[in-house]
């Protein structure tokens, strides 16, 4: 039940997790504006590219003199995520998840194991269900992903140049929202810089970060952070997240109160360097108590593991009535 967390801890809990934990990964996989009016090709499609700037910006920070100052290391690290989710566009991989529905005592009710596969078609995420229980899935439920991803597909395959501008300009303002709400993070927490240590192999910056009670947020949702404490690893050659914990001090709630995170809830991120360019989520931990719209209130487990990362390139288009092409990938 746990809103079968392949929804939401996707969309919540996923990177931008990172201290941010439970509202940047919404905003983080809005694709970028496209460069050309027509989508790029599939079925992977391609990533659509990333704003002017952002790049460069980035790598101006890499080529700032180094610093122990715990919320300059924040701020660099905050941009430089945000380009990193950019460039983890250019990927797909798998993702397993393992959920475990506890009860009062702590003994595990029942098990849930789902595999997808995670594709971009024109430049959205899209997540398809191939195993359950490590198992491939039936042709029945085999049929019913092929069905989903083709009303998905023909959704933006139909859609009018007219539409696909106002789509765009959606998505452009829910990056400026994105960016606004990982500003806020420097702002919204005392940082002590507690040492240093190597993990994922490299050496990294390991940081407190308190909620700080005067905090006024500029993104609406961003108050939430005033509700997460936690502690983060942040590389030192190029200030990306390498790993994060985090517990949730308070009730977190989202949409009208229709889902509800409790207090004590503690979530575990960590990254693997792919391809010697980028830092991608390997494993995700989810320990606590949720409750969805009017529904009971439950306690779960879950366990995220996402491989086989592929970089796909592609320079196929998509016209009108033109079936989508598989792109060239090359394995990690």
């Known amino acids: 039940m746990f809103l079968n967390m392949n929804l939401h801890a996707r969309i919540f809990l996923r990177p931008a997790l990172i201290l941010i934990l439970l509202m940047g990964r919404a905003f983080a996989q809005q694709p970028a504006p496209a460069a050309s009016p027509e989508p790029p090709a599939g079925p992977a499609g391609a990533a659509l590219p990333a704003e002017p700037g952002e790049a460069k910006a980035a790598e101006d920070e890499k080529s700032l003199p180094p610093t122990t100052d715990p919320r300059e290391i924040v701020r660099r690290s905050v941009l430089t995520d945000h380009h990193t989710l950019e460039m983890a566009r250019h990927y797909t991989f798998r993702n397993r998840q393992v959920i475990k529905h506890l009860g009062k005592r702590g003994e595990v009710k029942s098990t849930e194991i789902k595999t997808f596969d995670v594709n971009f078609y024109y430049g959205q995420e899209y997540s398809r269900l191939i195993e359950i229980d490590d198992k491939p899935v039936s042709e029945k439920d085999q049929k019913k992903e092929d069905e989903k991803l083709e009303k998905f597909l023909a959704k933006f395959r139909n859609e009018s140049e007219s539409d696909r501008d106002k789509r765009l300009e959606k998505e452009r303002k829910r990056r400026e929202q994105g960016r606004a709400f990982l500003q806020d993070i420097t702002n919204a927490y005392d940082f002590q810089l507690l040492g240093e240590e190597k993990v994922g192999g490299a050496d990294s910056y390991v940081i407190e970060a308190i909620p700080r009670p005067d905090f ?113 990938t090359s394995p990690k």
């Open 216 to 328: 006024q947020p500029t993104h609406p949702q961003a108050d939430m952070l005033k509700k997460i404490r936690g502690k983060m690893w942040i590389e030192k050659k190029d200030y990306n997240w390498v790993k994060v914990e985090a517990e949730a001090t308070n009730t977190i709630s989202f949409g009208l109160l229709l889902f509800r995170i409790h207090p004590g809830s503690h979530f575990v991120l960590e990254r693997t360097l792919v391809n010697n360019e980028v830092w991608l989520l390997k494993r995700l931990d989810i320990n606590g108590g949720a409750r969805i719209a009017l529904l009971k209130n439950e306690n779960v487990e879950q366990e995220e593991v996402d491989s086989d990362f592929k970089k796909f390139v592609t320079s196929v288009r998509i016209l009108p009535g033109v079936k989508e092409v598989q792109p060239e």
